[in-house]
C-alpha cells in the first residue's frame, strides 16, 4: 500500500509535487519548469562538446535500468549518459525474468530497488506506472515511457533537437504524423511544443487521432485553440486523415493562414513522425500507413522542414532521407547521451539548479482504497488493482472535474460521494460541487454507491 503521505483531514492525504525534499522524479514533461528545460538544454550543450570530460559528477552513483518493455534507444543511452557520468549502471532489461514474474508488485519492486541504485530509470507498459513507482521509491523515478502516456526524456531529445537545428522553440510550425493516439512520444511533445506556443498541425493515420483528455488538456491548460486545418498542401501525407490545428492564437489573429473556417497548412519547421504503435492496438489499416520520402518533402510547406521521428522506424520514413540534410533522427538519437546526462546531473543534484522548479509539479488525492474510477483499463490502478491506492487531481471545480493521478486520463464517474458525510450525489448536482476536494470519492452508479455504504443526498 501507499507510503505515508502528509495527512490534510482524517481519511484523506494530499501529496504536492513541490516539496524540497529529495527525491525529485521526471514522470511528466510537467515536472519541468520552462527554464528548467532551457537549462537542460544549455548544460547538455556543454556536456557534448567532450561527452568524456564529465565523469567527475556522479562516481559512486549507481543508476538502475527496469524495463518491461522493449528498448534500444532509451536504455542505452541513459546508461551510456551514467557511464560517461562516472556512475555505474544495472540492468534489468527484461523484467519478465525479474521478481514480478513471481508476482511481485512494481511498488514492492522500486522500494527494493531504491536500496540498489541512486536514481531509478523506469519503462513499464501501463499508463501511470512511473506515477505510482515515483510514490514508493526513495530514489529519483525517470519515466522512459509508461504504456501510450508520456515518454518526457524523449521529448527532450526532441525539443534539443529543435532548440539546436532552429535556434529557437518559441512559435515554431511542427507537423505530427501517424499514430497520435497511442505514441507516448506525441504526447510529452505536443504539451512541450504548446508551452513554447508552437503552431501545431496534427495529420493522424485514420483511427489514430490524438485521444480527447489529451486535447482537452490541451486547450484547457495551455490554451492551444484547435481548428480544423486544411492539409491539401501537404498532398498523400494528410490523405484522408482528419487533420487539426492547434494554435496558441485565436484563430482570427494568424496571418499565415487563408481560411478562416478550416485553417490551411502553409509552412512547417518540421514534421515529426511516428511508427504504428502495434503493440497497444490491433494496427488496422497498418498497410496504408503513410509513408514520408523525397515527394512529400518538396512539398511546399515542407521544403525547409526538418524530418524528425524517435524512433525505431518501419516503412514510414524513406530510406532516402536518411542521407538529405533535412533528414535529423539520427541526429535526434545521439543527443539522448547529452540530454540524459543532464537530467541524471540534475535529479541527483550534481549540478547547481539556477532556474524555478514548478511550483506544484502534482497536487493530486487519495480515494479510498479499493475500486479505481480510472475508465481507462490499461491504468496502472487497474493493471496492479491490488497494489494501487486510486488517486485524482482536481482540474475544475465548477463543474466538478478531474484526472486519474496516474495515466491523467479525465474521470467520467457520474457520481460523487462525501466520505465525511457518507451521501452521494449526481456529480453535477451543485450540492456535488460543494464536497470539499479531500472528501471526494467517485462512483460509477448508484449501486456502487450504495454497497459502499453512501445514502442518497
Ligand atoms: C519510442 C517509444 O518507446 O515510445 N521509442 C523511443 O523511446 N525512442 C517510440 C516508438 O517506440 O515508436
Not at 248 to 260: A, C, G, I, R, W
Not at 324 to 341: L, N
Not at 435 to 445: G, I, T
Amino acid at each position: 500500500m501507499p507510503p505515508e503521505p502528509a495527512r490534510t483531514r482524517e481519511g484523506a492525504s494530499a501529496h504536492t509535487g513541490d516539496v524540497d525534499a529529495a527525491p525529485r522524479h521526471l514522470v511528466s514533461i510537467d515536472d519541468l519548469g520552462t527554464d528548467e528545460i532551457l537549462e537542460l538544454f544549455a548544460r547538455a550543450r556543454s556536456f557534448s562538446e567532450d561527452l568524456r570530460a564529465h565523469a567527475h559528477l556522479c562516481p559512486g552513483t549507481i543508476s538502475a535500468s527496469l524495463f518491461y518493455e522493449a528498448s534500444t534507444r532509451t536504455r542505452l543511452s541513459f546508461e551510456s549518459a551514467m557511464l560517461r557520468l562516472g556512475g555505474g549502471v544495472l540492468t534489468a532489461a527484461e523484467m519478465k525474468t525479474s521478481s514480478s514474474s513471481k508476482g511481485e508488485s512494481l511498488a514492492d519492486t522500486v522500494r527494493v530497488v531504491s536500496g540498489y541504485a541512486d536514481i531509478i530509470v523506469l519503462r513499464h507498459s501501463s499508463e501511470g506506472a512511473a506515477r505510482l513507482a515515483s510514490r514508493y521509491a526513495t530514489v529519483p523515478v525517470v519515466n522512459a515511457g509508461d504504456g501510450s502516456h508520456e515518454h518526457p526524456t524523449q521529448t527532450l531529445c526532441d525539443l534539443y533537437t529543435l532548440w539546436i537545428e532552429r535556434g529557437r522553440l518559441e512559435g515554431l510550425d511542427v507537423v505530427l504524423a501517424g499514430d497520435l493516439r497511442y505514441s507516448r512520444t506525441i504526447h510529452s511533445f505536443i504539451y512541450a511544443l504548446a508551452r513554447f506556443r508552437a503552431n501545431i498541425v496534427c495529420v493522424p493515420h485514420p483511427g489514430l487521432e490524438l485521444p480527447d483528455y489529451v486535447l482537452r488538456r490541451l486547450h484547457e491548460e495551455y490554451g492551444a485553440e484547435p481548428v480544423r486545418a486544411d492539409a491539401t498542401q501537404l498532398g498523400g501525407l494528410a490523405g484522408e486523415s482528419d487533420a487539426l490545428y492547434l494554435t496558441p492564437h485565436k484563430p482570427h489573429q494568424l496571418s499565415l493562414f487563408t481560411e478562416l473556417s478550416s485553417l490551411r497548412v502553409d509552412r512547417g519547421d518540421a514534421l515529426y513522425m511516428t511508427r504504428p504503435q502495434t503493440e497497444r492496438h490491433k494496427g488496422e489499416n497498418s498497410d496504408k500507413y503513410m509513408r514520408v520520402g523525397a515527394e512529400t518533402m518538396a512539398l511546399e510547406p515542407l521544403r525547409d522542414a526538418l524530418v524528425m521521428h524517435p524512433l525505431p522506424r518501419r516503412d514510414e520514413i524513406d530510406a532516402s532521407m536518411d542521407t538529405d540534410p533535412r533528414g535529423v533522427y539520427f541526429k535526434q538519437a545521439a543527443r539522448g547521451v547529452p540530454i540524459r546526462m543532464a537530467i541524471i546531473a540534475m535529479l541527483l543534484g550534481k549540478v547547481p539548479a539556477i532556474a524555478a522548479r514548478p511550483r506544484v509539479a502534482a497536487t493530486y488525492f487519495d480515494l479510498p482504497a479499493g475500486k479505481s474510477p480510472c475508465p481507462n483499463p490499461n491504468c496502472i490502478s487497474h493493471t496492479e488493482a491490488r497494489h494501487v491506492q486510486p488517486a485524482f487531481r482536481l482540474r475544475q471545480r465548477h463543474p466538478l472535474r478531474a484526472g486519474c493521478a496516474y495515466c491523467s486520463q479525465e474521470l467520467s464517474a457520474p457520481f460523487v460521494a462525501s466520505r465525511r458525510d457518507r451521501v452521494f450525489f449526481p456529480r453535477t448536482d451543485a450540492k456535488a460541487q460543494a464536497v470539499p476536494v479531500e472528501d471526494l470519492v467517485f462512483l460509477q452508479d448508484e449501486r456502487e454507491a450504495l454497497e459502499l455504504g453512501f445514502a442518497k443526498g
